[in-house]
């Protein structure tokens, strides 16, 4: 089975097609509702400490100067 390339997990892939599909029902062009949907997750992800730069913070907070 070939790797996959993206850092998205498939829950997150769903979360962003519903919030897409959602946005696109609210009038927004497919484009703009699809960097809505994945700015929501990447928002996310973030605040669960799954990203590099949540991870930079977190360090950078426990650090002892």
């Known amino acids: ?3 996959s390339t993206s850092t998205h997990t498939a829950k997150e892939d769903r979360m962003a097609k519903h919030i897409k599909d959602s946005e696109r029902a609210t009038g927004k062009s497919a484009k703009r509702s699809e960097q809505i949907a994945w700015a ?3 928002k996310k992800r ?6 590099a ?4 913070k977190t360090r950078s907070k426990t650090k002892k100067h």
């Open 1 to 3: 089975m070939p790797r």
């Open 46 to 51: 973030s605040a669960a400490g799954k990203t």
């Open 40 to 42: 929501t997750v990447n």
């Open 53 to 56: 730069k949540a991870a930079k």
